[in-house]
Structures are given as C-alpha cells and as structure tokens.
C-alpha cells in the first residue's frame, strides 16, 4: 500500500510545525546568548521536517519518546510552549515542575512520554509503550525518535528484534544527521544507510530525504498505518543534516564548513515556504500571519518563564516514591 | 483454593503471580523462558501462568535484558503492571541503564506525571557451584539508587506476600529470590494477605545481641541464635525483608534495648547494605552501645566455583557467632 500525497491541509500544518521548531529554536538561541536562562540546549536546527511530517500522521493519544536532542520532536507533537520553555528554564510552572530540564521532559497530554538523556534507550521503552497498547487492543502506535549514533548501541538492535517478534506496533524514525556527537558517521557507522539494519529485523526499512517534508510524511503514513493495522513496527531513516553543532556553544572544529555551508544554503523551512506559495497551497499573508501568531506565543513563553517562580526546596523530596522520603 | 500446610518459594511466587495476574489484568509476566512453551522458567516459577492468562500477558522474550525492562517500563508508565523476569541477578548488569537511569528516576524526572509500578523478579546466591557471574549479590548498587525500592524474602511465605505488595506498589521494586533455598518448605502463607513493603520482621526475640540480615542469610542468623541461647546469650534475629526503604525504626530499637548489633548478608562486605546499617546505628546509638557493630558478608572477591572455595567465600555460621562474641569485648 502506497500512501496518498497529502492535501493541502496537512501540508500547511507541517510547515506550522516546522517554523514553530525554528521559531522557538532561534529565540532558545537568542535567550541563551542573552544569558537570561541557563540550559544544556542541542539546537534541532535544520531538522525541523521530520517530526513534523510524523507528527502529522500522529494524534494526541498516540505516544512518543524522543531523546536529550528532541525539543523539535515534543514541539511538532504539540507539547504548549508555555510548560516547554518553563520546563526548560526549570521553574516550577514546567511540564516536570522544572525537575527534568531540557533532556527529560514528559507531558502525557500531548503523548510525550518519556524524553531520555541515553543514547539509544527511546527504542527499548517505546516498544513498551505499544506492548500496552497492544495487550489492550488499542490503536494507538508509539514512535521512537533517535540518531544515527545509536544504531550502533546495543539497546538499538534488542528492540527492534523484540519488537519484530511481538509485531509491535511502533515506528521507529531514526534522524540521520551524520554526526553522532563529534565523529562523522562513515568513521562510526558499518552500513550506508541504517534503514539497511531494518532486513536483519525483518521489518520494513525505509531511506527518505528527511528534509523533504512530502517524502517524508508518505513513509510515515505507511509505517503509521501499518502499525494501526497490527502489522508490526517500521524503520525509518531520515537524511539531515543539524546546523548548529552537537551542544549549544559546540565550535563545530570537526565539521566540515563545505558540507555545512551546503546545507544551509539548501534550508528546508523557507524551502517548503516558498514552494507552499508557489504552488499555490498557501499565500505569503497566511503564511506570515501564522509566522507572527508563532512569534507572540513565544513571546508569551518566554515571558512565562522568566516571571514563574522555581521549585520549592521541598521538591527534592517529592516524586522519588510515591510516599515523600526524608532519608 | 488452599494451599498445602507447607509450599517452598518457587511455589509461594508461582502463587502470588497467579492470586495477582487473577486480580488485575493490567499485571503482565515478561521474560527469558517465563512461557509454558518453554516449561515456564528454567526453575519452574511461572510454570502454568500462560497456560492460564494466556501468551499475551505471559511472555518468552528474547535474550536482551534491555529490551525485557524497556519493555516492562514503557507498559508501566501506562498503567499496566508488569513483572519482569531477569533470570539471575548478574543479568541485571546488562539493563543497568533501563534500570537505574529510567525505571528508577522517570516518575522524579518528569515530576510525578508518570511512574513505574513494575517488578523487576531475579534469582541469585552462591552454592550450586555458578562461579563468578551466576551468584553475586548486587543489592547494595540497587539500594543506593533513589526511586527503586529492594526486596529480598527468606521463606516461602514471605515471598509470597512481599510479592503482592511488590505487584502493587506504584514504584520499581527489584525482587530478589535466593536460589538455593528455592526448593526448601516452609509454612505456607494464607492466601491473599499482603506483606508490607519497608517493614522488618522481628523472627525471634532477644535481650542481648541483635542479629540483622535478609534473604538466605537470616536462616544462618536463626541457626546460631538457637545455639548461643543455649548458653545464655539472648539473640534478636531482625528479618528486613525489604532492603530499600530501610526499616531503620525496628533495628534502633532493637539495638537500642539489646546494645550490640552484627549485620550479615551474602553479598561482599566492603560497601555493602551492612555498612549502611552500621552507620546509623552509630549515628542514632552512639552513646549506648555496649560493644562495636559487627558486619559479616562474603569474602571481598568473585564467587568462586570449586567447592571449597565456594563454602569458605559465603558467610559461615561460625563466622557469625564469632562477629556476635566480638560485640561484646
């Protein structure tokens, strides 16, 4: 079965997401600078397409886990940006009360349910996710969101064996931005393509441009609803590339500026903008008024934030069992 | 139904699964061989349970501990309540990650939204000849972990009970089942009556020495008991059942009435739970103590597999009784 090409619509609500991750990535980028909050940030600049084609083929009951380099992931799955940036300048008023931070955050509501600071450890705990889901005949499907990196962690090849087996209904999307960390990926990495992994697994195993936001919305449409339909879990490998390095602050010495210049010269949030405008789909004033819209909520947050208290000390108690320990 | 006068552990586990899995449909048997395909457990304890559920509450999974408590985690996190089988406790060290850095911590990192009521079943203990990977006791890396609580019974009935109140729980408990004594009987437990997480047990009461263990070793701790009071020395035997929470009320109390104290586990003593008890004893009963606070664990190496290695590493009833006599020079 081939998936249709998207309307118009979802079209349009992809690039909303897309320009929602760049939006708030930019200003992310700019209060850090400022200095105004203090945070582990790893900018998803330049990834923006890829949970944003997947997220719209996902409803709110449908799970994710992303890892520490997701902020693009819990926004496209629509995580209110007030708790996200609270969370992420950890006050109270954020989606974990400010005791997870940037690389743990969870917000059931939206199905972001775990958020791992491991690399490798999305796939193992998503594939519980769907084990639940499965067990009660539910049809919702989990996603596990990861890197090229770990593929070649352990984790990695015991959940997809385990999840073939039990034909669980997952999807696997792994965001290949040729950088695991510092090292390039043909220096770490035995396989072209990690969408290759997928035959050892005996699961459908997709290479797409991950920039691409029609490509990539068709192949998780498909792994979507194959996984709806109980016919077992997918690999989808996303080509990108990350603009900003590993860790904000990262001087990216072991990149190639070529390669990165050539990236970025090919940006595919003003590429999908204007190829939305061009073909019709979408007018520069929609456009630009949803840009704007975007703009004041991310005002609204940032001013959230900043005026929300932090935790209490007491919380350093709290959430450990869930009886209070004092030890 | 009831149970014969006297059940051994793989028994009183097998039914504590069973009263659970009939109770709640959200409890869930994962792990390597657990199935009746595969006889249900090396040891037999879940022989029967798929059988009975069914194979999609009771599942044989492949050997890939990271995946059996991912698995188990994320089922968790949604409501469901699975027992996770890592058949010996040395497996444990290849989930460590899904165990201590998710299990343990996601209810604290995402600030009580979510949390992970499951049970995480593994067997240990040195004397059937398993060497150096087969029979540690890890307890102490566990108990030093915030968010996931440790559970170790020394009878049948005990670990029955414990393993209700360890289904039901709403955090990780790892629960640990000593090998050796599986197949030994003991009174049977009446069925359906929990046993408290976090309390100990007083086994036998004493004025004045306090013997304080878990798992296997409390068996040693009342065997020379019986023989000291034949001479008149009185012994406290204190079964903590549940390692992490600590019971620390019930063994203050006991050493603050007899005034000495000897800890002993099988795991190596150097950093492990009995240095832990030691410490606070110390801190709250400084002052009336009426002799130094003994440890005895095992010797501070690997398990080793010869035969004669094997009996001297483990704790012997005669190092007990000296660890007992030296509290009170």
Redesign the interface.
């Given at each position: 079965m081939t998936a249709a090409i998207p309307d118009g619509e979802i079209l349009v609500g992809i690039y909303r997401r897309m320009t929602r991750i760049k939006q708030n990535d930019e200003r992310f980028r700019a209060v850090l600078k400022s200095g105004k909050l203090v945070m582990p940030y790893y900018s998803p600049r330049g990834q923006e397409v890829i949970p944003s084609a997947v997220s719209a083929c996902l409803d709110d009951e449908d799970?994710i886990?992303t890892i520490y380099r997701g902020v693009h992931d819990m926004i496209a799955k629509g995580i209110p940006l007030n708790d996200l940036w609270a969370e992420f300048g950890g006050r109270a008023t954020?989606?974990?009360?400010?005791?997870?931070g940037p690389m743990?955050v969870?917000?059931?509501g939206t199905g972001v349910?775990?958020t791992?600071?491991?690399v490798g450890?999305s796939?193992?705990?998503?594939?519980?996710?769907?084990?639940?889901?499965?067990?009660r005949g539910e049809k919702r499907v989990?996603v596990a969101y990861f890197g090229d990196g770990a593929s070649n962690i352990?984790?990695f090849h015991?959940?997809l064996?385990?999840a073939s087996?039990?034909k669980l209904p997952v999807i696997f999307v792994c965001q290949n931005n040729g950088y695991g960390e510092h090292t390039k990926y043909a220096n770490s990495t035995a396989v072209a393509n990690i969408a290759q992994r997928a035959a050892s697994y005996s699961m459908p195993g997709i290479t797409v441009d991950g920039n691409d936001p029609v490509a990539t919305y068709l192949a998780a449409r498909e792994a979507v609803d194959r996984a709806r339909q109980g016919l077992g879990p997918s690999l989808i490998e996303a080509k990108t590339f990350r603009f900003h390095g590993h860790v904000f602050g990262d001087a990216d010495a072991y990149m190639d500026k070529g390669e990165k210049d050539a990236w970025m010269a090919k940006d595919p949030v003003p590429l999908f903008r204007n190829w939305l405008i061009k073909t019709g789909l979408a007018s520069e004033d929609q456009l630009a008024t949803l840009e704007a819209a975007i703009e004041l909520e991310i005002d609204e947050a940032v001013e959230f934030t900043l005026n929300s208290p932090y935790p209490d000390l007491a919380e350093l108690h709290?959430?450990?069992?869930?009886d209070e320990?004092n030890v | 139904m009831n149970l014969p006068a006297k059940i051994n552990t793989i028994q009183a586990i097998n039914q504590a699964l069973d009263d659970a899995m009939a109770a709640d449909v959200n409890v869930i048997v994962l792990g390597e061989d657990v199935g009746d395909r595969e006889e249900g457990g090396i040891v037999g304890v879940t022989r029967g349970l798929s059988s009975k559920y069914g194979d999609a509450r009771v599942r044989s999974t492949p050997i890939s501990e990271q995946a059996i408590i991912g698995a188990a985690i994320g089922a968790a996190i949604v409501g469901m309540r699975p027992v996770a089988e890592i058949m010996l406790m040395n497996f444990t060290t290849v989930a460590m990650d899904m165990i201590v850095n998710h299990a343990a911590k996601l209810r604290f990192m995402s600030g009580g939204q979510t949390h992970v009521p499951m049970v995480i079943r593994t067997m240990t203990g040195a004397g059937f000849g398993t060497g150096g990977q087969h029979a540690d006791y890890l307890e102490a890396w566990f108990a030093h972990t915030a968010g996931i609580k440790v559970v170790a019974p020394s009878s049948p009935a005990d670990a029955y009970g414990l393993m209700l109140s360890a289904i039901e729980d709403d955090d990780p408990v790892l629960f640990i089942e000593n090998m050796p004594t599986y197949w030994t009987p003991g009174p049977a437990p009446e069925r359906g009556v929990k046993i408290p997480l976090g309390k100990a047990s007083i086994l036998r009461e004493g004025t004045d020495v306090t013997l304080i263990s878990y798992s296997r070793r409390v068996l040693d701790c009342c065997a020379v008991a019986e023989k000291l009071a034949a001479e008149g020395i009185s012994a406290e035997v204190i079964d903590l059942r549940t390692i992490s929470p600590l019971d620390t009320e019930t063994f203050l109390a006991s050493v603050a009435k007899t005034g000495r104290a000897v800890i002993v586990h099988e795991a190596v003593k150097p950093f492990g739970v009995g240095a832990e008890i030691a410490s606070l004893i110390y801190e709250s009963l400084y002052g009336q103590l009426k002799g130094p606070v003994q440890r005895v664990g095992s010797n501070y190496a690997p398990v080793p597999f010869s035969k004669p290695l094997e009996d001297a590493h483990v704790p012997s009833l005669e190092q007990i009784e000296v660890a007992v006599r030296a509290t009170f020079k």
């Amino acid at each position: 079965m081939t998936a249709a090409i998207p309307d118009g619509e979802i079209l349009v609500g992809i690039y909303r997401r897309m320009t929602r991750i760049k939006q708030n990535d930019e200003r992310f980028r700019a209060v850090l600078k400022s200095g105004k909050l203090v945070m582990p940030y790893y900018s998803p600049r330049g990834q923006e397409v890829i949970p944003s084609a997947v997220s719209a083929c996902l409803d709110d009951e449908d799970y994710i886990c992303t890892i520490y380099r997701g902020v693009h992931d819990m926004i496209a799955k629509g995580i209110p940006l007030n708790d996200l940036w609270a969370e992420f300048g950890g006050r109270a008023t954020g989606t974990c009360k400010g005791k997870g931070g940037p690389m743990h955050v969870t917000h059931p509501g939206t199905g972001v349910m775990v958020t791992t600071g491991i690399v490798g450890s999305s796939m193992p705990i998503a594939n519980g996710l769907a084990l639940a889901a499965q067990i009660r005949g539910e049809k919702r499907v989990s996603v596990a969101y990861f890197g090229d990196g770990a593929s070649n962690i352990g984790a990695f090849h015991e959940a997809l064996n385990m999840a073939s087996v039990w034909k669980l209904p997952v999807i696997f999307v792994c965001q290949n931005n040729g950088y695991g960390e510092h090292t390039k990926y043909a220096n770490s990495t035995a396989v072209a393509n990690i969408a290759q992994r997928a035959a050892s697994y005996s699961m459908p195993g997709i290479t797409v441009d991950g920039n691409d936001p029609v490509a990539t919305y068709l192949a998780a449409r498909e792994a979507v609803d194959r996984a709806r339909q109980g016919l077992g879990p997918s690999l989808i490998e996303a080509k990108t590339f990350r603009f900003h390095g590993h860790v904000f602050g990262d001087a990216d010495a072991y990149m190639d500026k070529g390669e990165k210049d050539a990236w970025m010269a090919k940006d595919p949030v003003p590429l999908f903008r204007n190829w939305l405008i061009k073909t019709g789909l979408a007018s520069e004033d929609q456009l630009a008024t949803l840009e704007a819209a975007i703009e004041l909520e991310i005002d609204e947050a940032v001013e959230f934030t900043l005026n929300s208290p932090y935790p209490d000390l007491a919380e350093l108690h709290r959430d450990i069992y869930k009886d209070e320990v004092n030890v | 139904m009831n149970l014969p006068a006297k059940i051994n552990t793989i028994q009183a586990i097998n039914q504590a699964l069973d009263d659970a899995m009939a109770a709640d449909v959200n409890v869930i048997v994962l792990g390597e061989d657990v199935g009746d395909r595969e006889e249900g457990g090396i040891v037999g304890v879940t022989r029967g349970l798929s059988s009975k559920y069914g194979d999609a509450r009771v599942r044989s999974t492949p050997i890939s501990e990271q995946a059996i408590i991912g698995a188990a985690i994320g089922a968790a996190i949604v409501g469901m309540r699975p027992v996770a089988e890592i058949m010996l406790m040395n497996f444990t060290t290849v989930a460590m990650d899904m165990i201590v850095n998710h299990a343990a911590k996601l209810r604290f990192m995402s600030g009580g939204q979510t949390h992970v009521p499951m049970v995480i079943r593994t067997m240990t203990g040195a004397g059937f000849g398993t060497g150096g990977q087969h029979a540690d006791y890890l307890e102490a890396w566990f108990a030093h972990t915030a968010g996931i609580k440790v559970v170790a019974p020394s009878s049948p009935a005990d670990a029955y009970g414990l393993m209700l109140s360890a289904i039901e729980d709403d955090d990780p408990v790892l629960f640990i089942e000593n090998m050796p004594t599986y197949w030994t009987p003991g009174p049977a437990p009446e069925r359906g009556v929990k046993i408290p997480l976090g309390k100990a047990s007083i086994l036998r009461e004493g004025t004045d020495v306090t013997l304080i263990s878990y798992s296997r070793r409390v068996l040693d701790c009342c065997a020379v008991a019986e023989k000291l009071a034949a001479e008149g020395i009185s012994a406290e035997v204190i079964d903590l059942r549940t390692i992490s929470p600590l019971d620390t009320e019930t063994f203050l109390a006991s050493v603050a009435k007899t005034g000495r104290a000897v800890i002993v586990h099988e795991a190596v003593k150097p950093f492990g739970v009995g240095a832990e008890i030691a410490s606070l004893i110390y801190e709250s009963l400084y002052g009336q103590l009426k002799g130094p606070v003994q440890r005895v664990g095992s010797n501070y190496a690997p398990v080793p597999f010869s035969k004669p290695l094997e009996d001297a590493h483990v704790p012997s009833l005669e190092q007990i009784e000296v660890a007992v006599r030296a509290t009170f020079k």
